[in-house]
């Protein structure tokens, strides 16, 4: 995927336009339909605290913080951080060599 816009980041219009290029039957109407299909699905099932599995990609996978004391850098002082949920990706084996493709493990 070439980096369209000119900065260092792919937007979703630039993942719609590369839809849009590789599958040359679908209108960019319809590739944009198809793109937000699939960050849908990925969303409501990462809201459900399920993982997502990307064969060849990586893992996304919701991690449940329970609640626990902190302390104020700047202060010293002492705070509760509330419990909360995040998101971690874990990247495949297959996307780490291609980061690295000289590199032995």
Sequence with gaps: MSLRNGT?????ADLIEEVYQAL??????????IVECVFD???????????VKISGFGNF??????ERIGRNPKT???IT?????V???RPSQILKKALNP????
């Excluded at 996978?61 to 329970?66: A, C, D, N, T, W």
């Excluded at 951080?81 to 949920?85: A, D, G, K, L, N």
Aim: proline share 2%; hydrophobic share 25%.
């Design 87 to 89: 998101l971690t990706f």
């Design 81 to 85: 951080i509330t419990p909360r949920r």
């Design 61 to 66: 996978v919701v991690l449940e913080k329970r």
């Design 24 to 33: 040359g039957g679908y209108s960019k109407k319809e590739s944009a339909q």
């Design 8 to 12: 260092d980041a792919v937007t979703k």
């Design 76 to 78: 010293g002082d002492h």
């Design 102 to 105: 000289g590199r032995t493990s």
């Design 41 to 51: 699905v990925l969303k409501e099932t990462i809201e459900r605290g399920q993982k």
